[in-house]
Structure formats: C-alpha cells, structure tokens
C-alpha cells in the first residue's frame, strides 16, 4: 500500500484525483463540522468552493429542508444560517436536513478532490473508522491536508500523521511519500496531547482568539465517531457506522 500525503490542495490538479482514493482533512474546523453534523442526524452535505454557489441555493432546494452552513477567515458568513463550529450543528438543528456548506480552506479541498473513486472525510474524532474502511480497501490512498490559505497547517499533518500511524500498526509493506512519512514524525511529536497541540497551533490561536476555545476541545475528542462520511454525487453522505 503506498501512502501520499499532501500539506495543501492549491497545487494540484482536479484530475489528478481520478480513480483515486482520498482522504480529506481539515481539522479546524471543516472535517470536525461535518463528522458533528452526521453524528447528529443531518441528511446530507453539500460542499462548495464558493459563497456564490452556496447562495444560490434556495428554500425550495432539497424538498424546502436546506441550510447554509460555513465561515470565512473564522467568521459565519452573513445572510447564513450557520457558520463553522461543531458546537452548531445540534440535532434540533441539522437532523434531517441537507446543509450546503463553504468554508476558507476544507470545502474546497473536497471539491478539488472530487473526482476521486472514494473521497472519505477525516478529522481526529473518526480516525479508527476512517483507518478500518482503508484497510477493507486495500488501495493506495492520498491524504489531502487543508491547509491555511495554500500553507501548512500543524493540526493537520498532524491528523495525517495519526491516520497513517493506524493503518501501519495492522497493516505490514506501507510505502510511504516524504510528506507522509513527515506527517508520522510529527504525530509522533505533537499527537501525544491533541489538545494541546490544537491551542498551539497557529490557527487554533485565532480560533481562541474568536472564542471558539470549545471548538478546540470538541476536535481534540479523538475517536469519538464511528461515521465515515465520504463524497459521491456531488454531496456528502454517511458510508456506514462501524463498530469501534
């Protein structure tokens, strides 16, 4: 199994994905939203890569049962029903409900990827689930990081990192690029205390800095999904729970 890690999206190509397996990870806060948003009944989430495209959905889109969800530069974006933080994606919220959803840097990301044959979502509360599937799969697979704005984000290398580190405990010949194998290095380092790691890392700051300290706590909460979520058709949907 050969293991690519990629430290931000900007630089490659849509169809560079193709017939691919991805893995998406944007842990402040895009990935964490979305996993939140499954594990509390929404139907299904369609990401975009533009507030245009968001804002053209309509009431009447998805039988009158749609919310316009997402953030720019760390911000609910106004005229939006919800922005980016897990902490909004309540049950009596989302349960039932499609969610067309943009942010700054894990949105697009996703929709880069979207020609994937599997594009999987991934933050630090799914990790096991997300490894398990790989693992029944078999492939080679990428890792796509976020990222800041077309820059490194510690938080996910991180993730990375942690994903990578599960797949090689029950999995032997794991060839793995320069940035994956950096990815593990730094999961070495930084994922002993999740937590900590997200206060430190630059845009955790800013998230503390908006008061979203909660947030932080939420994406620290390693392995507490067993959902998979994963992109086909345009939106993304629940693969399957998975047992722990």
């Known amino acids: 199994m050969k293991i690519s890690c990629w ?85 009596d919220v989302v349960s039932g409900k499609s969610i067309v959803f943009f942010t700054t840097n894990g949105t697009k990301a996703i929709v880069k990827a979207k020609f994937a044959d599997h594009l999987f979502i991934a933050s630090f509360n799914n990790i096991a689930a997300v490894a398990k599937k790989l693992l029944e799969l078999n492939l080679d697979f990428d890792i796509v990081c976020a990222g800041k704005n077309g820059g490194f984000s510690l938080e996910d290398a991180v993730c990375a990192g942690k994903l990578i580190s599960e797949i090689m405990q029950k999995k032997d010949n794991v060839d793995l690029s320069d940035a994956a194998l950096a990815s593990v290095k730094l999961n070495d380092v930084f994922g002993i205390d999740f937590y900590k790691t997200l206060t430190e890392c630059e845009h955790g700051k800013l998230l503390i800095e908006n008061g979203f300290l909660d947030d932080l706590k939420y994406a620290a909460n390693f392995n507490s999904s067993n959902l998979v979520p994963q992109f086909s058709g345009g939106s993304i949907k629940i693969l399957e729970a998975q047992s722990s």
């Open 7 to 91: 430290f931000t999206y900007n630089n490659l190509e849509e169809l560079y994905f193709t017939g691919k397996t991805v893995v998406v990870i944007d842990v402040l806060r895009a990935t964490t939203t979305i996993i939140a948003a499954f594990e509390n009944g929404a139907k299904e989430i369609v990401p975009v890569n533009a507030i245009e495209f968001a804002m053209k959905a309509t009431s009447g889109t998805f039988g009158g049962k749609t919310l316009l969800g997402g953030e720019r530069n760390a911000k609910k974006i106004e005229g939006f029903n919800l922005g980016n933080s897990p902490l909004e994606y309540s049950a």
